[in-house]
């Protein structure tokens, strides 16, 4: 960011009408003509993490590692990168293309997909999309990915069904610690069981969040010794409307990093 951006300064306990109005002014403004904004204060840790996460939801993203300004949150979108295998069926998480491109810098990777199913996934996001099958060998993929992760400064990671996206967890980890990973998961059905059981008996809390579709999927979660904390039932009817579920997925993004600045904020105090 150039310093002739405009800086807004907020306190994590202004009212709830100020920080209204501040999404307000945002959602108006093109991104361009945006302002950083610099957090103060402290708030009860849940209402700040929900209040900067709205932020970071329509757009904006954490300064660099290093920062003196670890407070700021900077106008540029925060990246996700979608890594997403198809079901049996063919069947792709359409809600993708529902989140807008100003809100995230999005990246798709698909594995384990005909050509027909990756030009729709393809289609469905609004940023970059990689059909990994057609040009890296399985044994690269990981390496593949751990660089993209570096050139493309990704935040989160989304994992849909893909083996290979929750086995570069403990590498991920290590590389790149201040990025996320939210697995979608669903166990109406034995494919969907076998997923949830290889994730949660491999991996566990080592996930940051699991958006879980089905109503018996939180129990099935917990079962496994996964925190509540990790879990985030979507509401049953989301299947039909993609727009609904794109909007909890944002805010699963949001809250993910929002929770790293309101960490620092506080650190700073």
Same mark, same amino acid.
């Given at each position: 960011?150039?310093?002739?951006?405009?800086?807004?300064?907020?306190?994590?306990?202004?009212?709830?009408?100020?920080?209204?109005?501040?999404?307000?002014?945002?959602?108006?403004?093109?991104?361009?003509?945006?302002?950083?904004?610099?957090?103060?204060?402290?708030?009860?840790?849940?209402?700040?993490?929900?209040?900067?996460?709205? $932020?970071?939801?329509?757009?904006?993203?954490?300064?660099?590692?290093? /920062? +003196? !300004?670890? *407070? &700021?949150? #900077?106008?540029?979108? @925060?990246?996700?990168?979608?890594?997403?295998?198809?079901?049996?069926?063919?069947?792709?998480?359409?809600?993708?293309?529902?989140?807008?491109?100003?809100?995230?810098?999005?990246?798709?990777?698909? $594995?384990?997909?005909?050509?027909?199913?990756?030009?729709?996934?393809? /289609? +469905? !996001?609004? *940023? &970059?999309? #990689?059909?990994?099958? @057609?040009?890296?060998?399985?044994?690269?993929?990981?390496?593949?990915?751990?660089?993209?992760?570096?050139?493309?400064?990704?935040?989160?990671?989304?994992?849909?069904?893909?083996?290979?996206?929750?086995?570069?967890?403990?590498?991920?980890?290590?590389?790149?610690?201040? /990025?996320?990973?939210?697995?979608?998961?669903?166990?109406?059905?034995?494919?969907?069981?076998?997923?949830?059981?290889?994730?949660?008996?491999?991996?566990?809390?080592?996930?940051?969040?699991?958006?879980?579709?089905?109503?018996?999927?939180?129990?099935?979660?917990?079962?496994?010794?996964?925190?509540?904390?990790?879990?985030?039932?979507?509401?049953?009817?989301?299947?039909?409307?993609?727009?609904?579920?794109?909007?909890?997925?944002?805010?699963?993004?949001?809250?993910?990093?929002?929770?790293?600045?309101?960490?620092?904020?506080?650190?700073?105090?």
């Amino acid at each position: 960011m150039t310093g002739e951006k405009a800086i807004r300064h907020i306190s994590l306990a202004d009212p709830a009408t100020t920080w209204t109005e501040l999404y307000d002014e945002i959602d108006q403004l093109d991104a361009d003509d945006r302002f950083a904004i610099a957090l103060t204060g402290s708030s009860e840790s849940e209402l700040s993490v929900a209040r900067v996460g709205g $932020v970071i939801s329509r757009g904006y993203e954490l300064p660099s590692v290093g /920062s +003196a !300004c670890p *407070g &700021e949150l #900077w106008p540029h979108p @925060s990246g996700v990168l979608y890594i997403v295998s198809p079901d049996a069926g063919g069947s792709i998480p359409s809600w993708i293309s529902r989140v807008p491109a100003g809100h995230f810098r999005q990246y798709l990777m698909a $594995v384990n997909a005909s050509d027909e199913t990756f030009s729709r996934l393809a /289609s +469905a !996001c609004a *940023g &970059e999309s #990689w059909h990994l099958d @057609s040009f890296v060998q399985p044994s690269g993929i990981a390496a593949f990915v751990m660089e993209f992760m570096g050139n493309r400064q990704i935040d989160v990671v989304q994992v849909v069904n893909a083996k290979v996206g929750v086995d570069l967890v403990p590498t991920l980890r290590a590389a790149y610690p201040r /990025s996320r990973v939210v697995v979608d998961v669903g166990a109406d059905d034995a494919t969907g069981q076998v997923w949830l059981t290889y994730v949660t008996s491999r991996y566990g809390n080592v996930i940051d969040v699991y958006c879980a579709s089905g109503p018996d999927d939180p129990a099935r979660l917990e079962a496994a010794l996964v925190s509540p904390s990790h879990i985030r039932l979507l509401a049953a009817d989301l299947e039909r409307h993609d727009e609904a579920a794109a909007a909890a997925h944002e805010d699963v993004y949001g809250r993910l990093i929002a929770a790293q600045v309101t960490r620092a904020v506080g650190t700073a105090r």
